[in-house]
């Protein structure tokens, strides 16, 4: 650093970017020469196989199950029976968008210590990397309305679920693009030439004014739908209540002279909390779907948590290179455990669409699994206690 200093090649950078450029360079080997190449996070050195090894599953796991939930939203038809599978299909694509290009981008970047990746990703990235995660909160959200509106009003037209995926994934576009706003990017082969042409710095909130912008993301992205979807469910589970506990009406044949003994209507039920004309609710399969459905949010919810509170943290605490580790680890942590749902909410859809059947058959597989596991530990442990007191008769047996 001193060299390039006294040689004045940092004379033309930007007042702001210098103790940056100092920082940035500072995280480096002494005897790293070849910027242009990848240079391993050296607070990830030891651990990054781990990190590897758990993206990489966790992106093929993502990926196959999300394609097979659509799959089978495709092949059974199912979004033709209920909107409801529309969303989930949207759930699903937005979980394969994460797979094939959030998540293996994002850990490139957090292995990755030198920016090779030039302007224009620097710059989209960030949008990149959110815009899924607005997605999937604003699927779940318009869900929820929608299903409170048809148990409320079942004789009312629902939600045109298609417009709405579509309108989700434009609305999460117009939430990060403020984004570019608080992204600079310093080109360092224009002030260094030496070593550094094509390696750039990627820098956020250079202007200590992003804070806001998180702190209503945060708020509005994330806090105000779940505690709108907690409202919608908790009235929702009302009425389930009120439809399942309240007695239908039966009503009886009526056979008239002229229809010659046929009766000319069937036996109906209808429940007494909706007017005659509107649509008739399952109330058992409207149950499991809100149970299932809740479980994916809730899943989701806790999953993003982490993360969205040490986005929070980190505009607060100022990353140096020498807590740069800590905040290193955590945040693959983080990333790693905010991207779950797109195998959690496949694996929910699968067990929520599953007939009893094939649920008693997963049940027996894993309670033979665990009765075999017990077995073979019984005799293991029998074969051990023999063989001990076998060594103790054999040692009573020698004479003295």
């Known amino acids: 650093m001193d060299e390039l200093k006294s040689a004045n090649q940092l004379d033309d950078l930007p007042h702001k970017w210098v103790d940056v450029v100092v920082d940035y360079l ?8 070849d910027f242009n190449r990848p240079q391993l996070r050296p607070s ?8 590897v090894c758990g993206y990489s599953a966790l992106i093929m796991a993502g990926a196959l199950c999300n394609a097979y939930v659509l799959a089978i939203v495709a092949r059974k038809r199912l979004y033709a029976a209920d909107p409801v ?4 299909a949207n759930l699903a694509v937005t979980g394969i968008v994460e797979c094939v290009s959030v998540l293996p981008i994002s850990l490139m970047v957090l292995l990755v210590q030198n920016w090779i990746f030039g302007r224009f990703l620097c710059f989209f990235l960030p949008m990149l990397q959110d815009v899924p995660t607005h997605v999937i909160m604003l699927t779940f959200l318009l869900m929820a309305i929608d299903r409170y509106k048809h148990l409320k009003h079942p004789n009312k037209m629902r939600l045109p679920p298609l417009a709405c995926t579509f309108g989700c994934w434009i609305v999460a576009f117009c939430i990060v693009l403020p984004y570019p706003v608080y992204t600079a990017y310093l080109d360092l082969g224009v002030y260094i030439k030496v070593q550094f042409e094509g390696v750039g710095i990627c820098a956020v909130n250079m202007a200590d004014d992003m804070q806001d912008y998180l702190r209503s993301l945060f708020v509005l992205t994330y806090l105000i739908p779940l505690v709108s979807m907690g409202y919608l469910y908790s009235k929702m589970s009302d009425i389930l209540r009120d439809l399942m506990n309240v007695p239908a009406v039966f009503y009886s044949q009526e056979i008239t002279p002229s229809s010659g003994g046929i009766p000319s209507r069937l036996n109906q039920v209808q429940s007494p909390v909706s007017d005659s004309d509107d649509e008739e609710i399952d109330g058992y399969k409207e149950s499991k779907t809100q ?3 809740i479980s994916m949010i809730i899943s989701y919810a806790v999953c993003l948590c982490p993360l969205m509170i040490l986005r929070l943290a980190k505009l607060e605490v100022s990353e140096t290179y020498e807590n740069s580790r800590h905040f290193d680890l955590t945040f693959m942590i983080c990333v790693w455990l905010a991207f779950v749902p797109t195998v959690t909410t496949p694996l929910l859809f699968v067990a929520w669409n599953s007939d009893s059947s094939t649920k008693d058959r997963i049940r027996s597989y894993f309670k033979r699994t665990k009765v075999t596991a017990e077995q073979a530990t019984r005799t293991v442990s029998t074969e051990g206690l023999a063989a001990r007191n076998s060594i103790y008769t054999v040692q009573e047996s020698i004479p003295a």
């Open 291 to 293: 149970k299932y459905l």
């Open 26 to 33: 500072r995280g480096f080997r002494n005897d790293t020469t």
């Open 44 to 51: 990830v050195r030891h651990t990054y196989p781990a990190f």
């Open 85 to 88: 599978y529309v969303y989930v």
